[in-house]
């Protein structure tokens, strides 16, 4: 998994990196590397971001260092060619005057000839020459599109009479490169001493409007003159940005004089700035924010004991400061700047111990510093929300790597650093690697002669294959006889919880019991406390039991049963049978219990539908194709982990967290027969999920603005989601779905856009309108804070950028060459190489080339794709072969509708469109796999799948008079085009494989 | 040389599934007892698990029958040395492959003449610590051990006790100390063969022609009649290649109480 890198520059100059991964893979190199400037020359300052390094070197010259990403960053240039037809003469290059020129941009409004196009920098190469698109749907066979002039706006790809002008397209391709290495960023004023830098900062990475992003950042730089720069134009197609800008420079406000700054301190997280002037004062930038990156004025921050400071490091939550004397001084940092200049005072700041100097301030507040006597570096230890100044300083011990660059003369000069920089890595305390502070877990090779010799020993090897192939085999007995032992016993218990009422949505005391007998066989009794009633379900009419949290917080077990309707309590009980336990362990041992032995009750089967509610838990239904009984009387399964996407395809399952890393179901789980969670496997899943609460609060002429209870306007909630109208818990009461959840910061106010006051708050008439004034009779604001998931669960993580969607491929005409197609959130699409059964997680992405933004994507039989584009437009594209997946064209297929999902099987392609209209391909067949047109199938359909042979399986939507719009329904089409439901949802993803 | 992390975990996570059956007729059963199940680490000792089966056990026969310290183990014909780490007694006398471990608890007629009484977690404590004094005594000629505090010996058995190898390993590193004036002088091993007590001769980390002395050469040095081809030379369940230096089997396969266990079996 990409944690990204620590850096630090040592006393050398040279710049080194250190993986930051927590639990590092086999052959990560677990040293120092160093990443030389050309020439040798020194490296002055870094500042590090997650995707790329910006350095300055002795000579005053920036550099940037893009660390290596599955995606390539290409930008493709274009160019018009344009011409005129004149009577007698025929088409011309020359064009009268008051056209555009021979070439120029799509618009006409530059003159952009071929060789005006230059390569940014020397990170950038070329890939192809100049090419005419000869796209047919826009092009005739030569390129050219003609129109009566060329300001039309319709250009059509035939010449028809009454067509003056024509045009086509010429296209080149440029590629960044230059990954893994320094280039230089061209600037034009470097040989004035006076534009070499000084300084320079990045930070701003988990600003809102850029998030997802790669290379989103802000750059500042000083130069020697004192003048503080910004770097403009960086971002996905640019990681060196366009241009620097001149920041207006800190003005005194007696004398008028600019400050002379010295040192830049900008925070990884939000972006915010500090600034000192050459005597030690310290300025705060005004105005940063998602929407303004450079910020809009200066303030003047009070200093500890109004001490000079040398330097300064800005965080999320906190700021650290070192003064003249040595001495190291903390406050926590309060949002927003203004607030922040106003509140502090001289005595705000918290001396620490002495000692430290050279701070660094990662995302999530982490912090490291460079020992003022030995120069070594550290991390400050148990950061965290409670204890944001931690609890003591640990020194990072990783030795420097390649051996034969070690200079005998250098001996001790090893671990001597002048700068480090946290800005590339994404730890916390509770993920510090322990490679970078425990002796045991160092990479060893260099420390000895024959360690690295043994390392490679052929009797090493088979010591530890066998130890490992000794380890698999004692446990795999053990769970054997564990599962036999004890099976023809029957044993009860019994726990005291609570069941929701059908009626009034209230709680009632229940006493509980549960009678296993034997392997397969059970009872589950509910007696209302109080009132003699009982319900009981055999476990052969239970079909699942789910663990959930539900909306109160409380530890749900829901169980669904096909025959409750007929079932005497169910007038008083709601349906599916929801119990609520005292504490979490509890209803997770119940849960486990009932699973353990409905998992083995489940027929043969021969399909596996996986499936993720709102909640993002996942589970499993494993389905016979044989089987005439309804969805809803199938058996499901709850796995471990937490996702928000799913997709399966012979026998291989992938799923994609909220945070959009990818995992694989390990080969090792057993599912549908293991009843565990798949904890002996000794694999964790994390995910992330950044929890958005809205504030809502309306004036009264007595109180002014304040919060309410109840509803406004019938249907408005103080605390609610962003709609207004779904009630959620607030700032304080906001309850964790689970002990796998924990806080990973604390509430924050989002900042959106200028709409926003200082303190957030966005005005508006009345709810129910736009939050969009400056003033209004209510007013919302939104807060943020960040959960994260870590349990042990059964999935392997995958290497991968940011995710959006997932497909793998649901034919296994060959297994040994299954292909999962992955979307990154910048729309490019990888293929995931070398995945087998055996094998789920697979080896290597290849990236495919596709010039248009993808949003969804299918993989069809015979390594057919199908794609979708931001426009709503679908794309296929086949290949003869697996070898040949990422040379063939992609063939835009025209709809009248705007595409959102596509489903493929054999001989079967369903297009659904943005309003839930769900349209069949008609005469899809191996020998013309894009068919011939849409027709309307469906409606009020949210989201579809369909494995190899074509059945159909939809979530759908449907508003009921009485409910209301219930979504998240999930249901298979039955042989009669009708849809048969299955248990209730909400579901959010469903995904239908075959099995091998 | 640094500790080899791969192979000390795995060598740490060893187990074996045991399954602890009553020898019934030898006393009055009120409740004929199912057996008793456990995971035992391989470098654990069977006095550690046995408290515990034996409470299991307890409930079944009329207590007033037994004595704690009559109670002894029994796996196919051979009384278990209570003092040998499992994974050497399993080694050395497990030849077949039928898991779990059936291993019979007697509680009477202790075997006087063939093994000797355990007198509790404590006579264990003082042997595995005399073994590793014993072992230091070899490595630095006891400079390490003896330099310690009384909280790192402490450290070492709470870390074997309580199954913490980062505990364990945080001290054993001292012990595993092998560069400058603290180099190995012999390498602490002892090798078993079946029927026979466990022999124990000086081997020394280079052999005289300066190269690491291997196992092969090490065997051949308790038994100049060592035939490779016709046995195994096994150590945590594993045939261990004969190529393998010795000094790297004192680093990294070393038993907590820091001796190399070999056992030598006819193949």
Redesign the interface.
Known sequence: MSSGYLWAVDIHGTANRLIASPCPAKDDFLEWIPAHLEGNVPVRKLAVAPDFVWGIGANGRAYIYVTYSHIAVRVVEETFENERWYMLVGWSSRTLPTDRSNYSDRQGDNSTPKNSFHLPSDGWVWQDPWTVDLNEIEYDKTGWQYAFNFSSKDFKNTHFSGAFVRRRRWARTRKYVGIERWIAVPDGRQSDESYHFIDISAGGFEQASHCSQRFACSVFALTRAGQLLFRDGIGPQSPEGTDWTLVDPVQDKESGEYEDLTYISCSASSGQLLALTWDGRLFARLGIAGNNRVGTGWADLARPKGLPVISAALGERTVWLITTDGKLWITSLISPMTEMVRCVTSASWTEMSQGMCRVTVGLDDQVLAICQSTERLNIRMDLNEKEPTGRCWKEIIASKGCSGEIDEEAGNDNDRWLQVDAGGCSINSKTIPRHWTE????S?SF??D??AF??KS???R???D???T??EL??N??WD??RH?GEDSAWTRHAKAQVLAATSSDWIDANLELTIEGATKGLLRVEIAGRGQTIELPFADIVCAFAKCDVHSKNVLEVHSPILPQSNMLAVLKKPLKIAFNTEDERDSWTSVIQATLCKAIPVFDRVLWAIDDQGLIYVCPISTHNTQSLSQQYWLQLRGHFKEVSAGCGVVWALGEDGKAWCLSPDYGCAIDPMFGEELALVQTDAIDEVLCENQRSSVLSGYCTFNGTANGKYYAWSDDSGTVKKANKETTRLPSKHWQWANDWKIVNHDLNCDSEGWQYAKKFGTDFNRKKGSVRRRQWTRRRVFTAAAPWLAIDAPKLTRLSVQNDSTDNSHLLVWAVTVTGDLLCRQGVTSATPAGSAWKQVICDKRIVDICAGPNYHIWAVTSAGEALLRYCANFADITKCAWKCIPSSFKLKQIAVGANVVWGLDSKGDLYERTAVSSATPEGESWIYAYSDVQTVTTDSSGNLYALLKYSDPGVGTVSGVLARRTTENSWDYGIAGPWTCISLSSII | ???????TR??W?????V?FVLAAHECTIIDAPKPY?A?LPRISYFPLALERAYKYFMSAVDESEVNKDDVWLEYDGYPLKWHYPVGVLFDLHKTDDV??WQITVHLKKFPEDDIIRCAGRDALESMFMQSLKEADQLKHRGEIVNTMQKRDHKQLWNGLVNDRF?QF?LVN?KLMEN?GSNTFHFVPMRLYKTDKPYRQVLVKPMNEAAE?TTLAEACRIFDPGFDSSSSRVVS??????L???VI?LAEN?AYPDNFVHISILSS
């Open positions: 002796p045991q877990h160092q060893s420390l000895s024959y360690s043994d390392r052929t009797w090493r088979k010591v530890i066998a130890l490992t000794r380890n004692i446990w007995t053990f006889f564990s032992f | 040389m640094p500790q080899d992390y791969d192979v795995q060598v996570e060893g187990k074996v599934p399954e199940y995971m898991l779990p980062d390993w590193k560069s690491r945590h369940g594993v045939e261990v290649p190529d393998t230096p790297w396969l």
